[in-house]
């Protein structure tokens, strides 16, 4: 008989641990997050030439100022901040440095960037996402100072 109960007990904190999972799952499918722009709109390799990006974020199809949204940068490359809050007007900038370009070492490759709302949760973490993929390319002049790797590590 304490094993059955056990198991009611556990049954019950399961379906307790769905509900509160259910409840956020249906919170952020009411949270839109929309690219606004890339400026610029070619990106380079080199830190030197940050990259704006803007998203506009709303929930119920009203702007969700004051909401907090964060950013990871899969591959190279770093953010000025990896959470900034939604301004008034529904909108967040991030600015993105890309990675340095390095002949054999950060070449010319795809960045994702993942921007999630972080304020959709009440329980469970379960935000909405965007992945935003940027091209990065060669920029004209390597910015390396000309140097390689073969200047770098040559016997």
Do not use: C, W
Request: charge should be neutral; hydrophobic fraction near 40%.
């Amino acid at each position: 008989m304490k094993k059955f109960k056990k198991f009611i007990i556990l049954g019950i904190i399961v379906l307790v641990l769905l509900g509160l999972y259910a409840f956020d799952f249906a919170r952020a499918q009411d949270t839109q997050i929309e690219l606004v722009s890339i400026t610029p709109k070619t990106v380079v390799a080199d830190p030197n030439q940050p990259v704006l990006i803007t998203l506009k974020v709303s929930k119920h199809g009203r702007l969700a100022a004051g909401d907090n949204v964060t950013a990871l940068v899969k591959g190279g490359g770093n953010l000025s901040g990896d959470k900034i809050k939604v301004q008034d007007d529904g909108t967040v900038t991030f600015k993105y440095f890309p990675y340095s370009y390095i002949p054999g070492v950060f070449e010319e490759s795809d960045v994702d960037i993942e921007f999630r709302n972080i304020s959709d949760s009440v329980f469970i973490a379960v935000q909405k996402k965007k992945v935003i993929t940027l091209e990065i390319k060669k920029p004209s002049s390597s910015g390396s100072g000309g140097m390689s790797m073969e200047d770098l590590f040559d016997d």
